[in-house]
T-cell receptor, first 115, second 113 residues
Framework: GAGVSQSPSNKVTEKGKDVELRCDPISGHTALYWYRQSLGQGLEFLIYFQGNSAPDKSGLPSDRFSAERTGGSVSTLTIQRTQQEDSAVYLC?????????????FGPGTRLTVL | RKEVEQDPGPFNVPEGATVAFNCTYSNSASQSFFWYRQDCRKEPKLLMSVYSSGNEDGRFTAQLNRASQYISLLIRDSKLSDSATYLCVVKGATTDSWGKLQFGAGTQVVVTP
């Protein structure tokens, strides 16, 4: 079946511009995560959506970052006034909560380069 | 101290050999553990889940040592295709801990001919 998809796969932007990254989770998955991964580093948690609960935004590095999840499905991560340190791969993952197989499925990521 | 720590490696392994490496975690209440593999410039993919003392899947064996708070991954009969970065993921004990997964920075394994 279809996995997690993300778009765009690559994004090059100029410092100060806003960007929007999209994540389409696996159909029916109620949990959705955003992470970012800088070159050679581990995954940094950004935000977590679970069903209709208020999202856990504790990982967002600044107020320039925001995310929403419409209709419990597609999610958009928005970075305003991008900075060079925002350059990273942004990974989305989804999970079918409430099952015995607690597996996160990752999308291919969006590679963001801020010039 | 990081909540999940891994030796970054690289572990250079001759093809056919066995390699093992550990992941230590700081939260003694952690309940679930996972090993993901991540190929270069690719997304992480689940390799194994570890809920009790260990798990085995073919050439891969994961063991959990709660007393010393570490999990290990052992790869037997290494293949060239095993070359990747192996990420350790730790989940806490509370029901909302799915939002608090802790990722290690990964251990790089390079299998050589």
């Amino acid at each position: 079946g279809a996995g997690v998809s993300q778009s765009p796969s690559n994004k090059v932007t100029e410092k100060g511009k806003d960007v929007e990254l999209r994540c389409d989770p696996i159909s029916g998955h109620t949990a959705l995560y955003w992470y970012r991964q800088s070159l050679g580093q581990g995954l940094e948690f950004l935000i977590y959506f679970q069903g209709n609960s208020a999202p856990d935004k504790s990982g967002l590095p600044s107020d320039r970052f925001s995310a929403e999840r419409t209709g419990g499905s597609v999610s958009t991560l928005t970075i305003q006034r991008t900075q060079q340190e925002d350059s990273a791969v942004y990974l989305c993952a989804s999970r079918l909560a409430g099952t015995s197989t607690d597996t996160q499925y990752f999308g291919p990521g969006t590679r963001l380069t801020v010039l | 101290r990081k909540e999940v720590e891994q030796d970054p490696g690289p572990f250079n392994v001759p093809e056919g050999a066995t390699v093992a490496f550990n992941c230590t975690y700081s939260n003694s209440a952690s309940q679930s553990f996972f090993w993901y593999r991540q190929d270069c410039r690719k997304e992480p993919k689940l390799l194994m889940s570890v809920y009790s003392s260990g798990n085995e899947d073919g050439r891969f064996t994961a063991q959990l040592n709660r007393a010393s708070q570490y999990i290990s991954l052992l790869i037997r009969d290494s293949k060239l295709s095993d070359s990747a970065t192996y990420l350790c993921v730790v989940k806490g004990a509370t029901t909302d801990s799915w939002g608090k997964l802790q990722f290690g920075a990964g251990t790089q394994v390079v299998v050589t001919p």
